[in-house]
């Protein structure tokens, strides 16, 4: 036993409200068909990094889970996950094609603040092709829609493994 003995104590899992997909299976299969059309021609690190992002904004701790897991696991590093939550002042971690694709997250993901700005659009646009940017688009549109899912019906995070979906 060491000097300092810590205890970690953990809060019991909130229940799962609801098992959507079992309740609605052709919207869970038509939202995995559409998450997997989202990530054609996008980078994997990339995918996850927004995914991670717009999870964090929506408070989505499943979904935060999983795409943290399977970022790790498609060669993302530690320490710009960590970083991603405050990649503002984190700049220098990411690419600036990767800041353009957060920027447009965070734009996309908090319409409550207003249309996406023009300004925030253009820089997505400058470092994407078209194609690309609409994949982006895309895929920040689909993990809002599975936040929304993974929240209301209260998806119970730490027990994903990659490669495992549902």
Known sequence: MS?????????????????WALH??????????LDS????????????????RASQINH????????????????????????????????????EKELAALELTEAVTVLTDGFVPDEVYERAAKRFDEAELSQLIAAITVINAWNRFGVTCRRTPGHYQPGQRG
């Open 3 to 19: 000097d300092i003995e810590t205890t970690t104590t953990y809060a019991a899992e909130l229940p799962v409200r609801l098992d």
């Open 24 to 33: 609605a299976p052709e919207v869970y299969k038509a939202m995995v068909r």
């Open 37 to 52: 059309a989202a990530r054609k021609g996008l980078d994997p690190k990339l995918f996850e990094l927004v995914k991670i």
């Open 60 to 95: 989505c701790a499943f979904c935060l889970d999983m795409h943290t897991r399977d970022a790790l696991a498609a060669g993302e590093s530690v320490e710009r996950i960590v970083q991603l939550s405050a990649w503002e002042e984190s700049r220098h971690f990411y690419t």
